[in-house]
């Protein structure tokens, strides 16, 4: 695009003295241009950060990989966990045994909850949750045999804080006579935590390995292995399948929240096609302005042809002018978008409830690409709305024009 081009593009769209009903319209394809940006850039946003913020919170309490036993056979888990430890990318392992609970705090304060069993010196490798303590202390959790640290919305639900005692009833009982006797023990909270996520903190419990294998006779339910990046979860996998055998149960983070994560992504996808419709109408408006625009500036198409100007001047003049409004749309609303983005996330702007979305509050994750898309898009799709004005205005007829201006 030459100087020339640039100079004619603007001079055409300023609009002239008693052409107010231009201006409105110009501000009217600008306006439709900027709010589809926006709306582009903000959904994308919401939409990675949903995504980025789960992605986060599961990873931060439970392990990249679950490595199971078909038969719960500790010593083959055992031998899985020194085999394993040989590979790269290990960053944590610890074997860990799981069943479901009821707490007990009182004769009137009940709550259903999932008991894993851990060795603390090895958690922080596999986990997040030490560094996510509220209360209490992970030290003291590691001295304390009978020491159990719980979620803090089910410390909250159950009344429960820090020294207090619990008693823990489990399904797998005696069998006797009368029936099945469920299994109780008492342990002492000693800390409670919270890792953002409600699905977690509203149920889980943790407890020292020996300490759940003694009182309810669990045996190891699994391997937890942590990676140095979760990002390479599928290699890892592959090579821990190898590594053990078919006799045991592999299953990686993405696996686990497969439909979670597709139906996000989904989601993402349909979103940004809706909005991109928002681009495409403002895209009328901007063919619907040049329209006006050529039959208003008719004469001056005219003069500048008998002047000599190609039609392939004329051509680049109009397109040039449905370009300049979608970039200064885009620019516009990028800077809306992207300062949307930003303060929403800073300031945490919109809260959720967290037993729905799983977490707390709306969560912004600004991506270059997404703002890159959505700029490239809403200046590509307002090029094209040009198109057939810019073809009408260069197929103008100089002598028509200039005869009927006589008459």
Same mark, same amino acid.
């Given at each position: 695009?030459?100087?020339?081009? +640039?100079?004619?593009?603007?001079?055409?769209?300023?609009?002239?003295?008693?052409?107010?009903?231009?201006?409105?319209?110009?501000?009217?394809?600008?306006?439709?241009?900027?709010?589809?940006?926006?709306?582009?850039?903000?959904?994308?946003?919401?939409?990675?950060?949903?995504?980025?913020?789960?992605?986060?919170?599961?990873?931060?309490?439970?392990?990249?990989?679950?490595?199971?036993?078909?038969?719960?056979?500790?010593?083959?888990?055992?031998?899985?966990?020194?085999?394993?430890?040989?590979?790269?990318?290990?960053?944590?392992?610890?074997?860990? !045994?799981?069943?479901?609970?009821?707490?007990?705090?009182?004769?009137?304060?009940?709550?259903?909850?999932?008991?894993?069993?851990?060795?603390?010196?090895?958690?922080?490798?596999?986990?997040?949750?030490?560094?996510?303590?509220? +209360?209490?202390?992970?030290?003291?959790?590691?001295?304390?045999?009978?020491?159990?640290?719980?979620?803090?919305?089910?410390?909250?639900?159950?009344?429960?804080?820090?020294?207090?005692?619990?008693?823990?009833?489990?399904?797998?009982? +005696?069998?006797?006579?009368?029936?099945?006797?469920?299994?109780?023990?008492?342990?002492?909270?000693?800390?409670?935590?919270?890792?953002?996520?409600?699905?977690?903190?509203?149920?889980?419990?943790?407890?020292?390995?020996?300490?759940?294998?003694?009182?309810?006779?669990?045996?190891?339910?699994?391997?937890?292995?942590?990676?140095?990046?979760?990002?390479?979860?599928?290699?890892?996998? &592959?090579?821990?399948?190898?590594?053990?055998?078919?006799?045991?149960?592999? !299953?990686?983070?993405?696996?686990?929240?497969?439909?979670?994560?597709?139906?996000?992504?989904?989601?993402?996808?349909?979103?940004?096609?809706?909005?991109?419709?928002?681009?495409?109408?403002a895209s009328f408006n901007i063919s619907s302005l040049l329209m006006m625009n050529v039959n208003h500036r008719s004469k001056?198409?005219?003069?500048?042809?008998?002047?000599?100007?190609?039609?392939?001047?004329?051509?680049?003049?109009?397109?040039?002018?449905?370009?300049?409004?979608?970039?200064?749309?885009?620019?516009?609303?990028?800077?809306?978008?992207?300062?949307?983005?930003?303060?929403?996330?800073?300031?945490?702007?919109?809260?959720?409830?967290?037993?729905?979305?799983?977490?707390?509050?709306?969560?912004?994750?600004?991506?270059?690409?997404?703002?890159?898309?959505?700029?490239?898009?809403?200046?590509?799709?307002?090029?094209?709305?040009?198109?057939?004005?810019?073809?009408?205005?260069? &197929? +103008?007829?100089?002598?028509?024009?200039?005869?009927?201006?006589?008459?």
């Amino acid at each position: 695009m030459n100087k020339l081009t +640039t100079w004619f593009s603007v001079k055409g769209i300023k609009p002239r003295k008693g052409e107010g009903f231009l201006s409105f319209a110009f501000l009217i394809a600008i306006l439709g241009v900027i709010i589809g940006v926006a709306a582009l850039i903000i959904v994308n946003s919401v939409m990675t950060g949903f995504q980025s913020a789960i992605k986060e919170r599961l990873l931060s309490s439970n392990a990249d990989i679950i490595v199971m036993d078909s038969g719960l056979n500790s010593g083959n888990l055992t031998e899985a966990e020194k085999k394993i430890a040989k590979l790269p990318r290990i960053k944590g392992m610890e074997l860990f !045994n799981y069943t479901p609970v009821m707490v007990s705090a009182g004769s009137n304060s009940f709550s259903g909850g999932n008991l894993r069993g851990c060795y603390p010196a090895k958690e922080p490798k596999v986990t997040n949750i030490p560094q996510h303590i509220v +209360t209490g202390n992970w030290k003291i959790f590691e001295k304390e045999p009978k020491g159990v640290v719980i979620g803090e919305t089910l410390a909250n639900a159950i009344g429960i804080n820090v020294g207090d005692e619990i008693t823990l009833i489990s399904p797998l009982g +005696t069998k006797t006579p009368f029936g099945y006797i469920p299994k109780t023990g008492k342990f002492i909270v000693v800390g409670t935590f919270n890792v953002g996520m409600y699905q977690f903190d509203s149920a889980l419990i943790l407890a020292h390995f020996d300490t759940v294998e003694k009182v309810f006779g669990i045996k190891p339910s699994g391997l937890m292995v942590k990676l140095d990046n979760p990002d390479n979860v599928k290699f890892a996998e &592959k090579e821990i399948r190898k590594t053990v055998g078919n006799k045991f149960i592999v !299953n990686d983070w993405i696996s686990m929240n497969r439909s979670l994560f597709s139906a996000l992504k989904l989601e993402k996808l349909a979103m940004f096609l809706i909005l991109t419709l928002i681009v495409i109408v403002a895209s009328f408006n901007i063919s619907s302005l040049l329209m006006m625009n050529v039959n208003h500036r008719s004469k001056d198409i005219a003069i500048l042809k008998t002047l000599g100007a190609k039609d392939n001047l004329i051509l680049k003049i109009f397109m040039a002018q449905g370009f300049f409004i979608g970039l200064v749309g885009t620019i516009i609303g990028e800077i809306i978008g992207i300062g949307i983005s930003f303060l929403g996330e800073k300031y945490k702007l919109i809260a959720l409830p967290p037993d729905v979305y799983y977490i707390d509050h709306l969560p912004f994750n600004l991506q270059l690409s997404d703002c890159i898309i959505a700029g490239v898009a809403a200046i590509v799709i307002s090029v094209l709305a040009t198109i057939y004005p810019a073809r009408k205005a260069a &197929k +103008t007829d100089p002598i028509k024009v200039l005869r009927a201006g006589e008459n």
